[in-house]
Nanobody, 128 residues
């Protein structure tokens, strides 16, 4: 089983900064694509930032230039550095990771598969 644990959320005034962390644990071969989503009150979950393995990060227009996604594959961690926070950034932030899993089939052969997992979320409130 694989588990994602987010941390770093909290209350911050407008213009402030926060760094969210997401740490993976359990049995997996590697992290593939990673991403951060958020859900604000009354809205659907939206993609904030994504970073494929060995690829280039992409951001929602609303956070471009203010947020930065990064990863540490050795520590199985994903980060979201948020700066110049605005009240509209308030919401629950979720880490999302595609994990590469290893399993043995009935013939004893090693097989690889990809499974997607969500963290439990961490709350960010931007308010004075």
């Amino acid at each position: 089983q694989v588990h994602l644990a987010e941390s770093g959320g909290g209350l911050v005034p407008p213009g402030g900064s926060l760094r969210l962390s997401c740490t993976a644990s359990g049995r997996f071969f590697a992290m593939n694509g990673v991403a951060w989503y958020r859900r604000s009150a009354g809205n659907q979950r939206e993609l904030v930032a994504s970073l494929p393995f060995g690829g280039t990060e992409t951001y929602a227009d609303s956070v471009q230039g203010r947020f930065s996604i990064s990863r540490n594959n050795d520590e199985n961690a994903v980060y979201l550095q948020m700066s110049d926070l605005k009240p509209e950034d308030t919401g629950d932030y979720y880490c999302n990771v595609d994990f590469v899993l290893q399993t043995y089939d009935d013939d004893g052969l090693l097989r690889y598969s990809v499974s997607n997992y969500w963290g439990q979320g961490t709350q960010v409130t931007v308010s004075s």
